[in-house]
């Protein structure tokens, strides 16, 4: 009777993503077995993703590491757009913590080192589908260590106003602590990459820094002594 009723409940719809042929496979026999998952697609490249993924209307958007770069990172912003409730799994990551908080800002819940194993797998597509995330205890420190950072290195906006910055140059005090290039923060803000770069200019003149770190320090400094 327990089996009948599963047989109701509605399945997980995952879309795999996966460079790896071998670990592309593998994962969709493993996930074709479980009767509450259902593969709605697979590719090996995120530049040719994004529209099946939408399409599909997975509820989670299972990844490998091949498919992980920064760049690739960037297409998420496109499937969330028309997609927001989609949950997104890495698999088979290092355990870096650079790699790791990229992934949180991208929209990442669930995230899995090299030695997962396929029940793993089979677990954090489920956690993430109930609303809850999973990651790597050690690396949560991380997640810590950044919420903390951030609150120190983003100025307030009455400290920006104090350094006589534009509202425009106020916006880019944050990114540039968030590490982000000029073509990053271009796009990000729907302007091109001179334009960021004249603001930088005019930022570093007014502020007296010597690099794009100084302009950060400053800020953090003038609002720690006010």
């Not at 998952?37 to 091949?66: N, Y």
């Not at 999973?134 to 919420?147: D, E, F, G, N, T």
């Not at 920006?160 to 880019?172: A, C, N, P, S, V």
Request: with cysteine; net charge neutral.
């Amino acid at each position: 009777m327990l089996e009948g009723d599963e047989r109701l409940c509605p399945r997980t719809k995952v879309f795999l993503l996966a460079g790896n042929r071998l670990l592309r496979e593998a994962l969709g026999r493993i996930l074709r077995k479980r009767e509450d998952i259902l593969v709605v697609g697979e590719s090996a490249d995120s530049s040719d993703a994004v529209r099946p993924i939408v399409s599909s209307e997975a509820d989670v958007l299972l990844m490998d590491c091949t498919t992980t770069t920064r760049r690739n990172f960037k297409f998420l912003s496109e499937v969330r757009l028309t997609l927001p409730d989609v949950q997104v799994v890495l698999v088979g990551i290092d355990e870096d913590e650079t790699a790791f908080v990229n992934s949180i800002r991208f929209g990442v819940y669930g995230y899995l080192l090299k030695d997962a194993s396929a029940a793993d797998v089979l677990s954090a597509i489920r956690t993430v589908v109930q609303g809850e995330a999973v990651c790597p205890p050690r690396l949560c420190r991380a997640l810590m260590k950044m919420v903390s950072s951030e609150a120190l290195l983003v100025p307030k906006v009455n400290v920006k106003l104090r350094l006589g910055l534009t509202r425009r140059e106020q916006e880019l005090v944050p990114l540039i602590a968030h590490g982000l290039t000029n073509k990053e923060i271009a796009s990000h803000l729907n302007l091109s990459e001179q334009t960021i770069k004249n603001h930088i200019h005019r930022m570093l003149r007014k502020l007296g820094a010597d690099g794009r770190a100084g302009v950060v320090e400053i800020a953090q400094a003038q609002e720690l002594a006010s």
